[in-house]
């Protein structure tokens, strides 16, 4: 009877495992679908060039996430920067010459390793995730990034940041988890080591 028991509470162990690797795994494919990340390269990390990366992002952000705002999906939100890819562009390189850069910016919309970030409200963990990029000049200088959609790119309080991220989609226990004040520490640290499995493939 004891034996029985004791292999039904292992049984049942077990099981609750198994559906709470089925949740992580949930979670991780809503951060990875769902995000559309904003990754600007300056040219260098001179003060000149560090000063051009925040205003080409300034005048992109300006151009665009009102718009993506009202985007009820990321599949919405991906298809509106494809078709705008172009457009991006042209405004980022209308900034540079403004401001009598002799940079060029290149503007694409990718899949990019990110490793984990830490914003005002909310933390990502790592992993493969679509990106806006653009790159300016010889892009090695210091990034800068966000996510563009949901459109937390401007900095959100706690209550805001999960209304933006509820409108786009987003379950009670994933917004909790990325949520800087979370009680969900392990489900996140589960998930940022599965991004740093992912991104250690992605490279090859």
Same mark, same amino acid.
């Given at each position: 009877? /004891? ?13 609750? #495992? ?11 494919? #809503? ?19 560090? @000063? ?9 952000? +300006? ?46 919309? +990718?899949?990019?390793? /990110? ?43 706690? @209550?805001?940041?999960?209304? #933006? ?24 640290? #589960? ?10 493939? /992605?490279?090859?």
């Amino acid at each position: 009877m /004891f034996k029985f028991i004791g292999k039904l509470l292992l049984l049942v162990a077990f099981a609750g #495992v198994i559906l709470w690797g089925v949740s992580i795994y949930q979670s991780k494919t #809503v951060l990875q679908e769902d995000v559309i990340r904003l990754h600007i390269i300056a040219n260098s990390d001179s003060e000149e060039d560090q @000063s051009e990366k925040l205003k080409v992002r300034d005048g992109v952000l +300006a151009y665009i996430q009102e718009e993506i705002r009202k985007l009820p999906s990321s599949e919405e939100a991906e298809v509106y920067i494809r078709n705008k890819l172009e457009e991006i562009e042209t405004v980022a390189n209308q900034i540079l010459e403004e401001n009598g850069s002799g940079h060029i910016a290149k503007v694409k919309l +990718a899949l990019e390793e /990110f490793g984990k970030r830490v914003y005002d409200t909310f933390s990502l963990p790592s992993g493969v995730y679509k990106a806006l990029q653009i790159e300016i000049g010889e892009a090695e200088g210091k990034n800068w990034w966000c996510v563009v959609f949901p459109g937390l790119c401007i900095p959100t309080t706690e @209550s805001e940041f999960q209304d #933006v991220a509820a409108s786009a989609g987003f379950q009670d226990t994933v917004i909790e988890t990325i949520s800087n004040d979370n009680n969900y520490k392990i489900r996140f640290f #589960v998930l940022d080591l599965w991004g740093k499995v992912e991104n250690f493939f /992605f490279k090859r």
